[in-house]
């Protein structure tokens, strides 16, 4: 049990530091898309969305180019800051967020286009600032978008396994999240049980975090669905 309490605390490590550090750069991408126009940006879509059409251990491949210590990410963490985040949680966490950011992006995106900008107008014709307009109107009737986003970039987070194996590989203790454990035990003969116990708790989570989302979305009162 202690080792089963151990992948959990890792795998909610690994998810929730995902979930944060993407919030910021999905939020400013999600706005962007929806927001602007320039060209171009068709492309950052598609490179925005396209960890979710390759396949996962592509993904974990490219990150192992990069972040490898001859690569151009890994060289310059080695040479500045001397560390690598190879065979670590925190190369597990980046695997996590570059998988977690389409999902991210996407709920944030249709939460973001759901607000009626008329009500972005009227705030400024009666003397609000841009800034004003946005942290008093825009924010607060996309955050449930926002909060369902990260909801779901946590779920993703916490379920992801091929980019991760592929890019810091299964090492118990430090990168073995739940996906990982469970394809373990089905290796061994006597995995069995805990194959079951691994996959009840992620399930759990799992289905958690999707109801918590489409609450938050259904709260919005705007009928959209992120999924």
Known sequence: MSDTSEIVRLSLLIGGTATIACLPIAFVTAW??????????IVLDGITHLPLVVPPVVTGWLL?????PNGPVGSLLERWFGISVLFRWTGATIAAAVMALPLMVRAMRLSIEAVDRRLEQ?????GASRWRAYTTVTLPLALPGVLAAAVLGFARSI?????TVTFVSNVPGETQTLPLAIYAALQQPDGE??????????VALSLGALI????LVRRAGRGTHVL
């Open 212 to 215: 918590v989302s489409e609450a």
């Open 122 to 126: 009227a705030a400024l014709t009666l």
């Open 64 to 68: 192992l180019l990069a972040f490898a």
């Open 32 to 41: 962007v898309l929806a927001r602007w126009h320039f060209p171009g940006k």
């Open 159 to 163: 379920g992801e396994f091929g980019a």
């Open 193 to 202: 049980q805990q194959v079951w116990r691994l996959a009840t708790i992620s």
